[in-house]
């Protein structure tokens, strides 16, 4: 059992440069989202999913696409870099937890340098 | 709107010494209410949870944390620290059940021999 798997664990981009981060589980969860940590900010929310082929906008959600074809995966697309994204992005899945609520489970993270 | 208060970025303790950490939200309603650590260099990885029920929450690692609804506050401690204890620290709060989060700021955590 993998958990959240996120690709690549570093990367450095030139300003302008296309990438997509990605992100897998194997936990079957509905719900996935895609946070950034910069220091100083903790993490703030980009893109959610509550299933597949539904997606939304969290907090700070400009300059990155997302989408969900299937349960499993979650990419992250940030279509044209700028150095504003450098960041850790982190991948998170989360299942109903016993009291209703759920719970996240988190990937590695992924460090993105943008020149 | 939500907010999420850690007012301390770093705090700096003695190995066996006791650690209490911060946490003041700002929300609506009842909220569900997390303490996540970070390791350098790793992900997060959850320590405890409030959803509901007794306001005194157990976690791993020998943490605590309590929610006292009048303060808005949910404070984790710990009564004896160790050296792996150092990290970083995040309170979180569920916008709603599906685990949209919002976060703090972090509170470093520095242990010292």
């Known amino acids: 059992n993998a958990g959240v798997t996120q690709t690549p664990k570093f990367q450095v981009l030139k300003t302008g440069q296309s990438m997509t981060l990605q992100c897998a589980q194997d936990?079957?969860?509905?719900?996935m989202s895609w946070y950034r940590q910069d220091p100083g900010m903790g993490l703030r929310l980009i893109h959610y999913?509550?299933?597949?082929?539904?997606?939304d906008q969290g907090e700070v959600p400009n300059g990155y696409n997302v989408s969900r074809s299937t349960t499993e995966d979650f990419p992250l697309r940030l279509l044209s870099a700028a150095p504003s994204q450098t960041s850790v992005y982190f991948c998170?899945?989360?299942?109903?937890?016993?009291?209703?609520?759920?719970?996240?489970?988190f990937g590695a993270g992924s460090r993105l340098t943008v020149l | 709107a939500q907010s999420v208060t850690q007012p301390d970025i770093h705090i700096t303790v003695s190995e066996g010494a006791s650690l209490e950490l911060r946490c003041n939200y700002s929300?609506?309603?009842?909220?569900?209410l997390f303490w996540y650590v970070q390791s350098p260099g790793q992900g997060l990885q959850l320590l405890l949870k409030?959803?509901?029920?007794?306001?005194l929450v157990q976690g791993i690692k020998g943490f605590e944390a309590e929610f006292k609804r009048s303060q808005s506050s949910f404070n984790l401690r710990k009564p004896s620290v160790h050296w792996s204890d150092a990290a970083e620290y995040f309170c979180?709060?569920?916008?709603?059940?599906?685990?949209?989060?919002?976060f703090g700021a972090g509170t470093q955590v520095v242990v010292t021999p």
């Open positions: 979180a709060v569920g916008m709603d059940s599906w685990g949209k989060l919002q």
């Open positions: 936990m079957n969860h509905e719900y």
């Open positions: 929300y609506g309603a009842t909220p569900y």
């Open positions: 998170a899945s989360s299942y109903a937890g016993a009291s209703g609520a759920n719970v996240l489970t």
């Open positions: 409030y959803f509901s029920g007794d306001t």
């Open positions: 999913s509550v299933g597949a082929g539904i997606t």
